[in-house]
C-alpha cells in the first residue's frame, strides 16, 4: 500500500508528466471506481475539454485540479497511475483511461480495484468525504500541538492506533507509525490518555521528519523509476524498525521484534520504547 511519501512522490513526478494536459474523452472499464457522481455519463461529459491545472495531496489522497472540478483519487491498495501514447495495448488491469489533446493517455491501473475516484465542483472536495473526515496532514499548517494533543489524551486506545486514524492525523500508514514511535522511543501499546504533552510533541515532529526525509528520498530515487511507458515505480528507504525483526536496533543493538497489535505487524526495539 503506497504511504504518504510514496504518494507525494507521484504526486510530483505525474505534476510534470500532466500538467496543462487537457482531457478529450474518459473511458471507465470498472465502473465501481468512480464513487462520484453517481451517474457514470455525467463523469464522463463533466471532464470533457478540462485542463489540468494542479495535483495537490492531502494524506494519501491524490487531488487532480482542473479547471472547474477536482478530482480526488486514492490508490488503496494496488492503484498505479502511468502515462502511455494513445496506441498503446490497453492492459487488462486498466480501469480508467483519460486521453488527452496531446495524444497521450493517463492510465490508471489496479490489480485489486480497491482504488477510488471522486470528482466535486472546484472549491467542494474539502467539505465532503472523504477529504472533510481527515485529520490535518503533518506538511499542513494545522497539524499542531493544539490541534491534534486533545484527541490524543482523551483516547484509551493504543498510541498506534491513534496515530493510524486518519482523522487524527491524514497520512500515517503502518511503516511510518512503526518509525515514527521507534524514533520517539514511545512503546506502540501505550495508551493515548498516559502520554504527557511533551511526549506527544515529539512524536508529532519525529512523524513529520520521518515523512520529509521520506519524501525527499523519493524524490531523487523516482527518476529511475519512472520507465520508458511513464510507470512510477515505489522507493525503499532505510527503515529503523519496519520489516527489521531480528536484526540489531541502530540506536542500541537489541533485537528487533514483531508482534501484532490490531491485526498489524508491529515492529520495536524492546529496549528503547519500553512500556512504562
Ligand atoms: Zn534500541
Known amino acids: ?19 496543462g494536459e487537457i482531457i478529450t474523452k474518459v473511458d471507465v472499464y470498472w465502473p465501481k471506481i468512480i464513487k462520484r457522481p453517481a451517474d457514470l455519463l455525467q463523469f464522463k461529459e463533466s471532464l470533457q475539454n478540462e485542463k489540468i491545472t494542479d495535483i495537490k495531496r492531502k494524506g494519501k ?74 485529520g490535518p496532514d503533518p506538511f499542513e499548517v494545522n497539524y499542531s500541538l493544539s490541534t491534534i494533543y486533545p484527541k490524543i489524551k482523551k483516547s484509551s486506545r493504543a498510541i498506534k492506533n491513534i496515530l493510524l486514524d486518519q482523522t487524527v ?13 521507534f524514533r520517539s522511543s514511545i512503546h506502540p501499546l501505550r495508551k493515548g490518555r498516559t502520554l504527557t504533552e511533551e511526549e506527544v510533541m515529539v512524536i508529532l515532529q519525529e512523524a513529520q521528519a520521518t515523512l520529509a526525509e521520506a519524501v525527499e528520498q523519493g524524490g531523487t530515487t523516482i527518476r529511475s523509476y519512472v520507465n520508458s511507458h511513464g510507470d512510477i515505480g515505489m522507493f ?18 537489541s533485537e528487533i521484534e514483531k508482534f501484532k497489535l ?9 529496549s528503547c520504547q519500553r512500556i512504562s
Request: negative net charge.
Open 1 to 19: 500500500m503506497p504511504e504518504l511519501p510514496e504518494v507525494e512522490t507521484i504526486r510530483k513526478s505525474l505534476l510534470e508528466l500532466v500538467k
Open 61 to 134: 489522497f491524490l487531488i487532480f485540479e482542473l479547471d472547474h472540478y477536482s478530482l480526488v483519487s486514492h490508490l488503496r491498495m494496488e492503484g498505479k497511475y502511468g502515462v502511455y501514447p494513445a496506441e498503446t495495448e490497453k492492459d487488462k488491469h486498466t480501469h480508467v483511461i483519460f486521453h488527452f489533446e496531446s495524444g497521450h493517455t493517463l492510465r490508471y491501473h489496479d490489480v485489486r480495484k480497491f482504488g477510488t475516484m471522486h470528482l466535486f465542483p472546484k472549491g467542494e472536495a474539502s467539505y465532503a468525504m472523504p477529504l472533510i473526515q481527515l
Open 169 to 181: 492525523i491524514s497520512g500515517l500508514g503502518n511503516i511510518y507509525v512503526d518509525e515514527t514511535l
Open 236 to 253: 525503499q528507504q532505510e527503515l529503523f524498525v519496519y520489516g527489521q525483526t531480528g536484526s540489531p536496533c541502530k540506536k542500541c543493538g
Open 262 to 270: 490490531s491485526n498489524r505487524g508491529t515492529h520495536i526495539c524492546p
